[in-house]
T-cell receptor
Framework: GNSVTQMEGPVTLSEEAFLTINCTYT??????LFWYVQYPGEGLQLLLK?????DKGSNKGFEATYRKETTSFHLEKGSVQVSDSAVYFC??????????????FGQGTILTVHP | DAGVIQSPRHEVTEMGQEVTLRCKPI?????LFWYRQTMMRGLELLIY????????DSGMPEDRFSAKMPNASFSTLKIQPSEPRDSAVYFC??????????????FGPGTRLTVL
């Protein structure tokens, strides 16, 4: 079955530091890959996505590249801000079949950015 | 667009009581998902619907949990009787399956349930 593994957290950084959160996956077929972000007290919201190999998703300074050869979708940001403090979830979905629309989430990584 | 609406936002109840959580998906969306989030188990998919029909309820923890979707704009998740271990944040999400690549899931703000 499908599975997603994220790097262990929590991650604590100083403002303007470089961020990488690793994500690897196991899936059949050609899944779509997502990063969701959850700010304190809120639901999850889509941060970025990629739907095929070598696609790069980007949003708000965050980037992730769909690497089929390494089954990875690592999240990066060149300079984090205090407002980026949140929980980040890597997820995948298969577009077809009986599991259409169903997301498989990683365990989440807590990011705290200090001034 | 109002987004996915959940009510109540917070619920505190005593063990043994019935709890009903409510969700209104985004208008026109044809898939609806119920999740549970805890520190210990992370984010778990409980059940999801397509066009009001349950597709996969394998994540429902036990018979105390039930979910319905009587129409396209409303769903409920019921716990009867509730237990302290049901304390969690429950999220509802919806998507519109009108195209490939897959559209994103839109999440509601969640209901924080505390069972004493």
């Amino acid at each position: 079955g499908n599975s997603v593994t994220q790097m262990e957290g929590p991650v604590t950084l100083s403002e303007e530091a470089f961020l990488t959160i690793n994500c690897t996956y196991t899936a059949t077929g050609y899944p779509s890959l997502f990063w969701y972000v959850q700010y304190p007290g809120e639901g999850l919201q889509l941060l970025l996505k990629a739907t095929k190999a070598d696609d790069k998703g980007s949003n708000k300074g965050f980037e992730a590249t769909y690497r089929k050869e390494t089954t990875s979708f690592h999240l990066e940001k060149g300079s984090v801000q205090v407002s980026d403090s949140a929980v980040y979830f890597c997820a995948l979905a298969n577009a077809g079949g009986t599991s259409y629309g169903k997301l498989t989430f990683g365990q989440g990584t807590i990011l705290t950015v200090h001034p | 667009d109002a987004g996915v609406i959940q009510s109540p936002r917070h619920e505190v109840t005593e063990m043994g009581q019935e709890v009903t959580l409510r969700c209104k998906p985004i208008s026109g969306h044809d898939y609806l998902f119920w999740y549970r989030q805890t520190m210990m188990r992370g984010l778990e998919l409980l059940i999801y619907f397509n066009n009001n029909v349950p597709i996969d309820d394998s994540g429902m923890p036990e018979d105390r949990f039930s979910a319905k979707m009587p129409n396209a704009s409303f769903s409920t998740l019921k716990i009867q009787p509730s237990e302290p271990r049901d304390s969690a944040v429950y999220f509802c999400a919806s998507i519109l399956s009108d195209s490939i690549p897959l559209n994103e899931q839109f999440f509601g703000p969640g209901t924080r349930l505390t069972v004493l």
